[in-house]
């Protein structure tokens, strides 16, 4: 297993002749796969109790509001992670002054948290009332 000669070879260990790298990536590939199914099947699972609960109502509405209930305690999640981001970025990558750079980051990281907060009470359910 040598891939020395491609065009990634800067990327790749020299000493295995990729093997590590070649371990590594799949490893990581098969973690990502693993993340996903556990999602998938939380989403099936998540989605057919929700129906379930509410089967007096029309079925297609029901489907658009668990898309939103589900999808917006993910963006809540993600927001938090984003918030919670900041102080840990500036701890590990601020160092004497603060540049424009850093300043874009933490922008980039806050309005991301805020737009996720907002989708999050915009489309978040506690529950249905008819």
């Known amino acids: ?18 093997f590590i790298s070649g371990a590594f990536f799949l490893a990581w ?14 989403y099936e699972l998540k989605k057919q109790a929700f129906i379930k609960k509410y089967e007096a109502i029309d079925g297609n509405i029901v489907r658009s509001m668990f898309k939103k209930a589900y999808f917006s305690d993910i963006a809540r999640m993600l927001s938090r992670v984003f918030f919670i981001a900041v102080p840990f970025y500036v701890a590990a990558n601020v160092k004497d002054t603060v540049t424009l750079r850093n300043c874009i980051y933490i922008g980039i990281l806050m309005i991301a948290s805020i737009a996720l907060y907002g989708y999050y009470k915009k489309n978040g359910t506690k529950e249905i009332t008819l």
């Open 1 to 18: 297993m040598i891939f020395t000669d491609s065009p990634f070879s800067d990327l790749l260990d020299e000493e295995t002749g990729g």
């Open 29 to 42: 590939a098969l973690i990502w796969f693993a993340i996903g199914k556990h999602y998938s099947r939380d």
